[in-house]
């Protein structure tokens, strides 16, 4: 484990919370990969001069946050690393990028087709206007996280496979002349289909977490539509609430 701590004595913060913390750092900026394996309590505790408890504690608590798991015959192993997203408008891709998370990604299909109800009423266009739809598999650290599903209206253009294979869809909209100003975007959760789950390496009937939103431009105009995935064991939101007086 090429991992380096630095442990503050002088600190009110407790020494097992400051370890902690450091090696969930190091799981989530992939410098402790899936697979990892931390060596055993003593080891670890005399390297870094903490008692045995207090190393115990630390990795206690990121068992609870099911980031380790205690194997026998094996040792404490990473397991993989919860990707916390805040609620902004942003591009998965740029946020996963800044997070250290090692983004890619594998499209699946790029279609032309008429706008369904659903769709149309997203984007403010009539029923049946022709519309491209992008379908893609995001993945961090090789592993998918999350179906993403988005519909572009004319005149916006449409990426092409090889772009958006390298980086993120809002990146590409933006180097194309759209600018991205607001966003209307609803949460919610369902069981994954058996198709859903062969996607996102889950069983049939997992938690997925589901995203929908629509983007608009400087000029109140919508330029996509999404209708995205989330694997519940692998993702969450997370949001800043102000109280108002």
Do not use: C, W
Request: no cysteine.
């Amino acid at each position: 484990m090429d991992v380096k701590f630095s442990i503050d004595r002088t600190s009110p913060v407790p020494l097992y919370f400051q370890l902690s913390q450091q090696l969930e750092a190091a799981i989530e900026h992939g410098q402790l990969a899936p697979g990892a394996l931390l060596g055993n309590e003593i080891d670890l505790a005399g390297r870094l001069g903490l008692s045995r408890p207090t190393v115990r504690q630390a990795i206690q608590a990121l068992v609870d946050k099911g980031l380790l798991v205690r194997r026998r015959g094996i040792g404490t192993q990473v397991v993989r690393s919860q990707v916390k997203r805040p609620l902004e408008l942003s591009s998965l891709y740029d946020d996963l990028e800044a997070a250290g998370q090692h983004p890619g990604t594998r499209v699946l299909d790029i279609a032309e087709l008429p706008a369904p109800p659903d769709v149309a009423a997203a984007l403010g266009i009539a029923e049946g206007t022709g519309v491209r739809r992008i379908e893609r598999l995001r993945l961090t650290h090789g592993d998918p996280i999350a179906f993403l599903r988005n519909y572009l209206p004319p005149p916006v253009p449409a990426p092409a496979r090889r772009d958006l294979e390298a980086t993120g869809l809002y990146r590409l909209l933006r180097a194309a002349g759209t600018t991205l100003h607001s966003a209307r975007q609803s949460i919610g959760a369902r069981a994954a289909t058996e198709e859903e789950a062969a996607l996102l390496t889950e069983p049939p009937g997992a938690p997925l977490l589901s995203m929908r939103r629509t983007a608009f431009d400087d000029k109140g105009h919508a330029v996509e539509y999404g209708t995205h995935l989330y694997r519940a064991s692998r993702y969450t939101f997370e949001l800043q609430l102000l109280i108002r007086s």
